[in-house]
């Protein structure tokens, strides 16, 4: 059996995930992803780790199980509840070398650092500067990293530091909830970018990769979602099932500006192109909404399924990722990561 296979053995899911006296917490993520991840991440006896978002504290278990007695484990969180609740769990399990602390992982925590290795269930808006400057050389980050500047246009990968700079050894399909500076109460609205949001009749919400175009009113986000919503062209998607993950990461590579994220209807996820004057979009199901049949945004998104079946589509391990250096990035310094095929 692999060490991840062995540690997950020993660690009890359901008494993390369903803890009798804190009940079931919606912060977890699949299992078996996050067995990925930890292998990824090459942990090993007496190494010292941290990972950002704890959740259930089922992760940082995992953790504690594969460094060690000689190890050490730093879990970070903006929740409270969520530590508090991880540390006594952990306490009651015997475990003393993981120790939960109420922080933003994304600025820094330097009072447990330099680390060996870091790993992420939550995405930052790029990979901040602090991460590097924490690793050890030659240590690894494992984290999901946005594509593009909408939610849920990401990536997992696999980050090597040498010489106090980042590079890309891995790519994989994924992605976690997005970094927050404070716990998030709604999990079905994205925590960043998103553009305009409408609560009644029902909910819905757009972001714009463009919003740097936009008024202080949001008036061409608003226009967007409400051209979207009151769209008079639908049609299912000609060519087979959409592969959601393929799709995502190729509209994330070269949509470009104009590329437009929504959320439509509960639990359905809609990507495509938008102006103040025209959106069009495909949802996850295969229907694409256009805000009329002549709509020049329905032509480009066209287009760019074209181009995806082109180029046969790719699955997100097939880009060649690269990390370029952001000195003027809202909310901080670090390295945005970018695709290419």
Not at 270 to 276: L, Q, R, V
Request: aromatic letters at 8%; proline letters at 7%; a negative charge.
């Amino acid at each position: 059996m692999s060490a991840i296979a062995l540690a997950a053995a020993s660690v009890p899911e359901h008494h993390y995930t369903h803890h009798q006296g804190r009940g079931a917490t919606p912060h977890r993520s699949n299992p078996a992803v996050i067995h990925r991840e930890l292998g990824t991440l090459e942990v090993g006896p007496g190494l010292n780790v941290v990972e950002f978002g704890t959740g259930s504290g089922y992760s940082g278990a995992l953790l504690a199980q594969l460094v060690g007695p000689t190890g050490q484990v730093t879990s970070l969180d903006v929740d409270t509840y969520l530590t508090r609740w991880a540390n006594l769990i952990h306490h009651e399990r015997g475990l003393d070398n993981i120790r939960c602390h109420t922080a933003d992982g994304t600025a820094d925590f330097p009072a447990r650092a330099p680390y060996d290795r870091m790993v992420a269930w939550c995405t930052p808006p790029l990979l901040p500067q602090a991460w590097v400057d924490q690793v050890v050389d030659g240590g690894l980050i494992v984290a999901p990293l946005p594509i593009a500047s909408v939610p849920n246009m990401t990536v997992v990968a696999k980050i090597r530091v040498r010489g106090s700079r980042p590079h890309v050894e891995q790519i994989f399909n994924g992605g976690y909830i997005e970094a927050t500076t404070s716990p998030k109460g709604d999990l079905d609205l994205p925590g960043r970018w998103v553009d305009w949001e409408n609560r009644v009749p029902a909910a819905s919400w757009i972001s714009i990769a463009w919003r740097a175009e936009d008024d202080h009113l949001h008036t061409g986000a608003r226009s967007a979602l409400e051209q979207l919503l009151n769209g008079t062209h639908t049609e299912l998607y000609a060519g087979a099932e959409v592969g959601w993950s393929s799709w995502r990461t190729f509209a994330g590579t070269f949509g470009g500006r104009q590329l437009t994220m929504a959320g439509l209807h509960p639990d359905l996820w809609a990507i495509g192109h938008s102006t103040e004057s025209g959106a069009a979009v495909i949802q996850q199901d295969g229907k694409i909404i256009a805000d009329r049949a002549g709509s020049p945004s329905l032509a480009i998104l066209r287009g760019w399924l074209a181009d995806w079946e082109k180029a046969g589509r790719p699955a997100p391990e097939c880009y060649t990722p690269s990390l370029v250096r952001q000195d003027d990035f809202p909310g901080g310094v670090g390295w945005a990561l970018r695709l290419s095929l």
